[in-house]
């Protein structure tokens, strides 16, 4: 795997080292988080002050719009071994996660493709106030695949984890994309091709297609709610609570959460929220707690015959496939995770799959 080394020198982004003799590399996208990186090779002097120098970016080679920065170097020197430079970090998603949200932000009766791309916007975008804009930073193009509107207030949290929460609730992706030193942020959605359609060409994982090896199937119910209470503003019996339970959990199956969101404000810059608002509006966040306090179920398969399928022919990053085991479990799952490794043993793409739904 041949790896570029970007740093923006004098305004410009400059490719300024090549790497192609790495001991092993892992490089991961996610769906919905920003990605991962790691590097293993051996030390060099000039790679060091490169990277001592300004922040580094890393790409592959034909693959310039997927960026990696450095946020690790590690030098381990050994009498036996050599010395080994670790060089690790994130998905250029993490640039998000340089930025909070300081002050009290509301919106009304609009989409949930607005409201992130309004938080990116104001928050390290175009409108952000000089000490916080990146001027590299923009939106990309709007899917408008929704008119379905919410109410959403935000205060304090970080701008790539309120993002995150976002495009869970609404089946979203996320990336950043980079031309020419530039990132645009995009939204994107995936394909459905497993059985729950007939329109797009069926992608099966399964040992009985010799392209599904080791697989973990978990069903976790350590964070699951069932009944969530908002607090909101006021003291005692005048404090707003809103309550959102799941049908029919009741009895041992009822698993109750409080939710303190006193930082959930009726007045705003803007004026004073009606009642009914204030309420809708914590029952919006009510009901966001409780859809990702679900019982968790995942599933992660490792591919054995990449030639079955092929990665970014047949399936992308975000796609519902189908899965099938031994054990006569079929079920629609999302590509939530790319893995790629290389090293000593060659190349190797595993796919993480998860939000199982069985069909």
Request: net charge negative; with cysteine; glycine share 6%.
């Amino acid at each position: 795997m041949i790896l570029y080394a970007w740093q923006i020198i004098d305004g410009t982004f400059q490719r300024v080292y090549v790497l192609d003799n790495a001991t092993s590399v892992i490089w991961i996208n996610r769906f919905q988080d920003s990605g991962y990186f790691e590097i293993y090779t051996r030390a060099d002097s000039e790679l060091l002050a490169i990277l001592a120098a300004h922040e580094t970016y890393w790409t592959r080679e034909g693959k310039d719009d997927n960026v990696m920065v450095t946020e690790a170097v590690t030098l381990k020197t050994s009498a036996e071994d050599g010395a080994y430079i670790t060089i690790s970090g994130n998905g250029a998603e993490c640039f998000l996660s340089r930025r909070i949200i300081p002050k009290q932000t509301v919106w009304k009766g609009k989409t949930a493709e607005f409201i992130i791309h309004a938080l990116v916007t104001e928050n390290i975008g175009a409108d952000a106030s000089a000490p916080r804009r990146v001027s590299r930073i923009s939106n990309g193009e709007w899917l408008h695949d929704t008119t379905e509107t919410i109410d959403k207030q935000v205060t304090g949290k970080n701008l790539l984890e309120c993002i995150k929460e976002l495009c869970t609730e609404w089946e979203y992706g996320f990336k950043m994309i980079q031309s020419g030193g530039n990132f645009t942020f995009q939204l994107y959605k995936g394909t459905d091709r497993s059985y729950n359609q007939s329109t797009n060409d069926y992608v099966i994982f399964s040992p009985a297609w010799d392209n599904l090896g080791d697989t973990e199937y978990t069903r976790d119910k350590s964070t699951q709610y069932t009944a969530v209470y908002v607090a909101g503003e006021g003291e005692g019996s005048a404090r707003t609570i809103i309550s959102s339970t799941l049908n029919n959990f009741t009895g041992l199956r009822r698993r109750e959460l409080w939710v303190d969101a006193r930082n959930s404000s009726s007045t705003t810059e803007s004026g004073t929220l009606a009642p009914t608002v204030y309420a809708a509006m914590l029952s919006q966040q009510a009901s966001e707690t409780i859809d990702n306090s679900r019982e968790t179920v995942t599933f992660e398969g490792e591919v054995l015959d990449t030639s079955s399928y092929i990665y970014g022919t047949d399936y992308e990053l975000g796609d519902i496939v189908q899965v099938e085991n031994e054990y006569g479990i079929r079920a629609a799952a999302r590509v939530t995770e790319i893995a790629e490794v290389e090293d000593e043993s060659g190349y190797q793409l595993r796919p993480t799959l998860e939000e199982w739904s069985v069909n």
